[in-house]
C-alpha cells in the first residue's frame, strides 16, 4: 500500500479538467477525495463519475469559492465525512478572452480576479486555520498559470495578473508556515487543452488556429499531465516545493522536435 493510501485530498473545482483529472489520479493513488464546483449538478455527475471507480472515497458538494463562508463549509463536509484534511489543492479558476483590456468587460475583470485571486485566498484562509488545528497539520497547494512567473502577451492582462498575485500569495504563505506543520506549495501544470483554454479565444477563430500551433508543441492533454501532478503533490516533502510539468528544458525540447512530432492536443477536446 502506498504512503498516500487513505489521505484526504480536497481540489477546489474538481468537477472539471485538470481539477477533475487530479481527482481521478489521487484516488487511483488511495486517496479519499472531497470536490466541489458551481453547480449542485456538476458535483453530483463528476462525483458519481468518479465514485464508480473508487465507491465510498469521494464526495463533493457545491461551493463558490469567492465566498468565504461557502469555502468553510467544503472545509467542514470534508472533516464531517473523512475526519481530516491532509492536502487541500486551490485549483478552481476561469479565464479572461484574449482581447486588449480596454475590451474586457468590467465584470469579467471582477470575476477572473474573484475567482483567481480571493478563491485561492479563501481557500488558503480555511485550510490553514484547520490544518493548524490539526496534529498532523497538512499541506496547501495553489494553481499556477500564464504569468506566475512573469510571462507576459499582449490580451492576457487580466488572467496574467491574477495569477502573478496568486504566485506572490504562495511565496508569502510559505514564509509565514515556516517551522509549522502546515506546509504550501505550487502546482503548475503548463498548457493543458481544457475548455478554460479553448474559451480564451471565444469569437476568435483565427486567432486560436494561430496559436494552436505553438500550443500543439507545447501543450498536453489531462491525461497526460495530471499523473505527474498527483505524484508530485503526493510526494512532496519541503514547503516551497514547486511541482511543474512544463519545464523550460521540456519546452526547448519540444521546440526542437516540433518538425519531426506531428501533435494535436485538441483532436479529442474539440471533437
Request: hydrophobic letters at 40%; a positive charge; glycine letters at 12%.
Amino acid at each position: 500500500m502506498s504512503a498516500a493510501s487513505g489521505r484526504v485530498v480536497v481540489i477546489t473545482g474538481g468537477t472539471r479538467g485538470i481539477g477533475l483529472g487530479l481527482a481521478r489520479e489521487m484516488l487511483a493513488r488511495g486517496c479519499r477525495v472531497v470536490i466541489c464546483g458551481r453547480s449542485d449538478t456538476s458535483v453530483r455527475d463528476a462525483a458519481a463519475e468518479l465514485g464508480a471507480a473508487a465507491p465510498g472515497r469521494v464526495t463533493g458538494v457545491p461551493a463558490d469559492v469567492t465566498r468565504r463562508e461557502s469555502v468553510q463549509a467544503l472545509w467542514d463536509h470534508a472533516v464531517a465525512t473523512y475526519g481530516a484534511v491532509d492536502v487541500w489543492i486551490n485549483n478552481a479558476g476561469i479565464s479572461a478572452p484574449r482581447r486588449p483590456l480596454t475590451e474586457v468587460a468590467e465584470g469579467t475583470v471582477a470575476d477572473v480576479v474573484a475567482t483567481n485571486l480571493f478563491g485561492a485566498t479563501n481557500g488558503c484562509v480555511v485550510a490553514l486555520a484547520g490544518m493548524q488545528q490539526q496534529p498532523a497539520g497538512g499541506w496547501i497547494w495553489n494553481m499556477e498559470g500564464f504569468g506566475s512567473t512573469g510571462q507576459v502577451q499582449p490580451g492576457m492582462a487580466t488572467y496574467g495578473a491574477s495569477k502573478r498575485a496568486v504566485t506572490y500569495l504562495t511565496e508569502s504563505l510559505v514564509k509565514e508556515t515556516r517551522g509549522t506543520s502546515v506546509k504550501v506549495g505550487f502546482v503548475s501544470p503548463g498548457i493543458v487543452a481544457t475548455d478554460l483554454l479553448v474559451d480564451d479565444y471565444d469569437g476568435q477563430p483565427e486567432a486560436f488556429e494561430q496559436a494552436r500551433k505553438i500550443f500543439n508543441i507545447l501543450g498536453d492533454r489531462v491525461e497526460t499531465v495530471t499523473p505527474y501532478l498527483a505524484d508530485g503533490v503526493l510526494g512532496a516533502q519541503r514547503s516551497g516545493t514547486r511541482v511543474a510539468w512544463l519545464t523550460r528544458s521540456k519546452a526547448f525540447g519540444r521546440f526542437a522536435t516540433a518538425g519531426f512530432k506531428k501533435r494535436d492536443i485538441f483532436a479529442e477536446a474539440t471533437a
